[in-house]
Nanobody, 121 residues
Framework: QVQLVESGGGLVQPGGSLRLSCAAS????????MGWFRQAPGKQRDMVAT???????NYADSVTGRFTISRDNAKNTVYLQMKSLKPEDTAVYYC???????????????WGQGTQVTVSS
C-alpha cells in the first residue's frame, strides 16, 4: 500500500500562485507515474499534470504554461507549482500514482485524499 498526503491548498486571488505538495510513504523513484487530478463541484475528475520515473511531464491544455510538476526524490515528494491562477482552477486537487503515462480514472493505483484550491477575489 502507498499513502499519499497532499498539502498546500488554500484560498488565493486570481493571478496568484500556490504550490501543492504530495508526500508519498515509499520511494517515489520506484513509482512509474505520479501526478495530479482535479475535480470541481458537479464536474468529472480530470488529469492536470503527470511526471514519469524518467522525468517526462505532461499537462492538460488548460494549465500548460501556468503549472509545473516536479519531484524531490530525497523527500519522496511531488510538487505542483501553480501560477497565474484563474477562478476556473478552483477544485479539489488529488495526488495519484499510475501504471500509465496517460492515466485515466481506470488506470490509477493510489489516490490521496485531496486538497482544496479556491481562486476568488
Amino acid at each position: 500500500q502507498v499513502q499519499l498526503v497532499e498539502s498546500g491548498g488554500g484560498l488565493v486571488q486570481p493571478g496568484g500562485s500556490l504550490r501543492l505538495s504530495c508526500a508519498a510513504s515509499v520511494n517515489i523513484n520506484s513509482i512509474y507515474v505520479m501526478g495530479w487530478f482535479r475535480q470541481a463541484p458537479g464536474k468529472q475528475r480530470d488529469m492536470v499534470a503527470t511526471i514519469t520515473i524518467g522525468g517526462t511531464t505532461n499537462y492538460a491544455d488548460s494549465v500548460t504554461g501556468r503549472f509545473t510538476i516536479s519531484r524531490d526524490n530525497a523527500k519522496n515528494t511531488v510538487y505542483l507549482q501553480m501560477k497565474s491562477l484563474k477562478p476556473e482552477d478552483t477544485a479539489v486537487y488529488y495526488c495519484m500514482t499510475s501504471y500509465s503515462t496517460t492515466p485515466t480514472m481506470k488506470s490509477i493505483s493510489y489516490w490521496g485524499q485531496g486538497t482544496q484550491v479556491t481562486v476568488s477575489s
